[in-house]
T-cell receptor, first 107, second 116 residues
Framework: DAKTTQPTSMDCAEGRAANLPCNHS???????VYWYRQIHSQGPQYIIH???NNETNEMASLIITEDRKSSTLILPHATLRDTAVYYC????????FGAGTTVTVRA | DTAVSQTPKYLVTQMGNDKSIKCEQN?????MYWYKQDSKKFLKIMFS???????INETVPNRFSPKSPDKAHLNLHINSLELGDSAVYFC???????????????FGPGTRLTVL
């Protein structure tokens, strides 16, 4: 029941910025955009979330388009430890995980 | 300092048995969840409790029964285990807030259940 579309996989060079796109064209006004990631065999880890405005924290930046139909997660300086499956989720009261984007950071 | 912990980490059992997975959080959160991640890696919510009350109950067989003795614990009991129950089960919790919308969730390390 995921309401988002993400690329299946992407590679990124270590030390470079990783830009992860997400389409959520059916997002409603009260739904937030959440990003989580799951490193192999671990529990999902919260990264960032936003409603309308762009957000930044110590892990990443979230850019949400003005019409809110898409967003981009930016990992500013990817490291090998950022290799994981990244999930973009739009949610009002529960998280519905899709297939996510498998991000591989290469040395 | 573990925020959300689960026991056991691995559970191997025979079909037809009854087993429990325990979850504890020390974050002072009011809401706790159980998720199932199957072999295809899709993560699906099963249950959610807020202040010991059930608020989300997805389409889950009656053999699965969550029990919340207090705010810090949400255990998952499974009766008559079947092969299809083999999966990784994750517990999560989120901070107090408006239960009409979700909030940042913190996940446990998972319990890998294998039914033979």
């Amino acid at each position: 029941d995921a309401k988002t579309t993400q690329p299946t996989s992407m590679d990124c060079a270590e030390g470079r910025a990783a830009n992860l796109p997400c389409n959520h064209s059916t997002i409603s006004g009260n739904e937030y955009v959440y990003w989580y990631r799951q490193i192999h065999s671990q529990g999902p880890q919260y990264i960032i979330h936003g409603l309308k405005n762009n957000e930044t924290n110590e892990m990443a930046s979230l850019i949400i388009t003005e019409d809110r139909k898409s967003s981009t997660l930016i990992l500013p300086h990817a490291t090998l430890r950022d290799t994981a499956v990244y999930y973009c989720i739009v949610s009002d009261y529960k998280l519905s995980f899709g297939a996510g984007t498998t991000v591989t950071v290469r040395a | 300092d573990t925020a959300v912990s689960q026991t056991p980490k691995y559970l191997v059992t025979q079909m037809g048995n009854d087993k429990s997975i325990k979850c504890e959080q020390n974050l002072g959160h009011d809401t706790m969840y159980w998720y199932k991640q199957d072999s295809k890696k899709f993560l699906k919510i099963m249950f959610s409790y807020n202040n010991k009350e059930l608020i989300i109950n997805e389409t889950v067989p009656n053999r699965f029964s969550p029990k919340s003795p207090d705010k810090a614990h949400l255990n998952l009991h499974i009766n008559s285990l079947e092969l299809g129950d083999s999966a990784v089960y994750f517990c999560a919790s989120s901070r107090p807030g408006d239960i009409s919308r979700t909030d940042t969730q913190y996940f446990g390390p998972g319990t890998r259940l294998t039914v033979l």
